[in-house]
């Protein structure tokens, strides 16, 4: 029980952070948040509870490919506010079409091969 209490507070933490921070500087919240924090911590999870660095190879991998759908989420999203598209409309819509793009990701990994 303890040990989700410090996942929990650990990931509020970074959250509330970059929150902050991005109050005071857009730039520097952004490369505090494009810092693959969660995947990280998750990965130090992952071995700290494991110890098996075939799972952990195998999560950065499947994280390394989901990332490039992801993407589409960060172009799409103010590409659409500054056409003037409702905030929630655009923040819906950016996120169907990452959505969507995961599931066409992983059936191309699928297709060649890898499995994640």
Known sequence: MLLYIIKIVLSALLIVVVTEVS??????A???ISI???SMISILWIY?????????A????GVFWMVIPSL???IMLPWMLHRGVNFYISLISSTA?????????????KKI????
């Open 113 to 116: 091969g890898i499995v994640i």
């Open 72 to 74: 589409l989420f960060f």
């Open 48 to 56: 700290f509870e494991s110890k098996d660095a075939a799972r952990v």
């Open 36 to 38: 693959p924090w969660i």
């Open 58 to 61: 195998s999560f950065s991998t």
């Open 23 to 28: 109050k005071r500087d857009n730039l520097m």
């Open 30 to 32: 952004a490369v505090l």
């Open 97 to 109: 079409a990452m959505t969507a793009l995961y599931f066409g990701m992983n059936a191309l990994l």
